[in-house]
Nanobody, 126 residues
């Protein structure tokens, strides 16, 4: 499976962006997919995850109510809609996929995800 993240850019605080994670591979629709981000000088942190059937989603507290993760399995794509962006959301955003069906309480760690995209830069100016 190859993942391609896109949709990043430079926006002002309060604006919105939608990131996309496009995947190759026919089984992608069965994978849990997560978004992580890494700001300069900081560790990679969890943002949001969604299971294969879009039944379960998990969000970091810092993005709850502002970000929404969704997926279109017919298009092999997972989205991250980011609203009310803040300067502290500035980071490289990575999508990742777990093919082994880890329990949702592991989703906020990098451990379950064996496939990673290359990242897309989001810069929010204040």
């Amino acid at each position: 499976v190859q993942l391609q993240a896109s949709g990043g850019g430079l926006v002002q605080a309060g604006a919105s962006l939608r990131l996309s994670c496009a995947a190759s591979g026919r089984s992608f629709g069965t994978y849990t997919v997560g978004w992580f981000r890494q700001a300069p000088g900081k560790e990679r942190e969890f943002v949001a995850s969604i299971n294969w059937g879009s039944v379960t989603t998990v969000y970091a507290d810092s993005v709850k109510g502002r970000f929404t993760i969704s997926r279109d399995n017919a298009k092999n794509t997972v989205y991250l809609q980011m609203n009310s962006l803040k300067a502290e959301d500035t980071a490289v955003y990575y999508c990742a996929a777990d093919s082994r069906g880890a329990a949702s309480w592991y989703w906020d760690t990098t451990r379950p995800y064996e496939y990673w995209g290359q990242g897309t830069l989001v810069t929010v100016s204040s």
